[in-house]
C-alpha cells in the first residue's frame, strides 16, 4: 500500500459520513490531535463553499483536507486566537482541519491532497494551526512549505500558526 494506491478527489456529500468517522477516530479526545468536532452539517456547508479534498482507498475515506472560509471557520473560539494571532493577507482561507487514516500516515498522503488544493485555490494565502507538542504535523506542514508567521495560546495549550500562498 502506498499513497499513490488512494484516489485523490474532491468530496462530495456522499464523502461526509467518512469523513466525520475519520475526524472521530482523531479527536483529542480519542488521543488524536484533533481540536475541534465539526458536525455533518458544518461539512456541508463548508463543501458548498469551497473544496474539501479526500483520499480514498477502495471507497474508504482515509484522509481530508479543508479549506473553508474565515467567516465560517471564525465561530469556534479557538480559530479567533488563531486569527487575533494571524488575520493573514487579504482574502486568506482557512486550511484544515487535515487529518489522515493512521495506518496511512507517512506515505506522502498529506503532499497529494495539499497539491490537490493548491491547484484549486491558487494565489490565496491558507492559514493553519498546530499544536506545539504535534511534532509529526508541524514537519509535516514545513515539509509542504508552510511557514510558521505565529505563536497563540488556547485554553492553556499552545499553538503555532503556519501559512502559505498557494
Known sequence: MTASDCEIALATVDDIPGIVELQGLNLLSNGGFLSIEFSNDWFERVLSEMPIIVARRDGRIVGYLVSST??????????????????????PYNHGPVCIAKEERNQGLISRMFEALRERLGGREGIAFVRRDNGASLAAHAKLGMRQVAEFTHDGVAYVVVAYIA
Not at 471564525?74 to 479567533?80: F, H, R, S, T
Not at 486569527?83 to 493577507?89: D, I, K, Q, V
Open 70 to 91: 474565515v467567516s465560517v471557520a471564525a465561530g469556534a473560539p479557538i480559530i479567533q486566537a488563531k486569527l487575533r494571532a494571524y488575520p493573514g493577507s487579504r482574502n
